[in-house]
């Protein structure tokens, strides 16, 4: 397997400390950040493609990681949730809680193609 991508993305709850939530944001914002089309054009089964979500929040066992796998419209997809992010106290007593995600994609290893200069 190859990577092809990583992205990065932020995600807040800002009312309710709802790590789910914020991990899922966070997710939302790092797929807005990318649009895999050359995944279609490989004629790949889906199942191929592995997705590895990396999560960081600061109770990671708060985040229900297999929720969050639907927000994938293709792959075989591995979530894990780390420490990392950042609980943000409010005055009122509030938690707000900001959590970051890390999303790499792999493909198997092609043959028949590359990536080259527009300049050869």
Do not use: C
Not at 13 to 25: I, N, Q, V
Not at 84 to 108: C, K, R, W, Y
Request: proline share 5%; hydrophobic share 45%; no cysteine.
């Amino acid at each position: 397997m190859r990577r092809l991508i990583i992205e990065m993305g932020q995600g807040v709850d800002l009312h309710g400390a709802d790590y789910t939530k914020a991990a899922g944001r966070a997710i939302d914002d790092a797929l807005r950040h990318s649009s895999l089309h050359v995944v279609k054009t490989l004629n790949l089964p889906p199942e191929a493609v592995q997705i590895k979500v990396t999560l960081g929040v600061q109770h990671p066992e708060a985040v229900e990681t297999q929720a969050l796998a639907g927000k994938f419209p293709f792959g075989t997809v591995a979530i894990t949730a780390e420490k990392g992010g950042m609980d943000v106290p409010h005055l009122a007593g509030d938690t707000q809680v900001v959590a970051s995600a890390a999303i790499e994609v792999f493909l198997p290893e092609q043959t028949g193609w590359r990536l080259r200069s527009t300049a050869d």
